[in-house]
């Protein structure tokens, strides 16, 4: 079992940055492949980004591709998300979660794929 803590989220302008966090607890990442979701009001959670733990291996949405970058801390047990030249349009609650991964398998962006999730964490961009 895996716990997952989101934190980093606030409110922002435009052009600006955040960087969000999410700590596990529990298990090691080691064996797990961690992505980041986000929900905005009235529409459905979209994929963000993920990573598979101690590996290059990472896979971004269109929309933040070039903006917001996918990183983990292995002594820290920890993932991040880096999120620069924020827009509006960025703006939701941001959840993390994670899923046993294997070598063969490819990083998933498919919310249901993922086992573990954390509470999330509100991003506000303001225009």
């Known amino acids: 079992q895996v716990q997952l803590v989101e934190s980093g989220g606030g409110l922002v302008q435009a052009g600006g940055s955040l960087r969000l966090s999410c700590a596990a607890s529990?298990?090691?990442?080691?064996?797990?492949?961690v992505g980041w979701f986000r929900q905005a009001p009235g529409k459905e959670r979209e994929f963000v980004a993920a990573n598979r733990w101690n590996s290059a291996y990472t896979r971004y949405a269109d929309s933040v591709k070039g903006r917001f970058t996918i990183s983990g801390d292995n002594p820290k047990n920890t993932v991040y998300l880096q999120m620069n030249n924020l827009k509006p349009e960025d703006t939701a609650v941001y959840y993390c979660?994670?899923?046993?991964?294997?070598?063969?398998?490819?990083?998933?962006?498919?919310?249901?794929?993922?086992?573990?999730w954390g509470q999330g964490t509100q991003v506000t961009v303001s225009s």
């Open positions: 529990g298990r090691s990442f080691s064996t797990y492949d």
């Open positions: 979660a994670a899923v046993s991964s294997t070598p063969r398998t490819v990083l998933s962006a498919i919310e249901s794929h993922y086992d573990f």
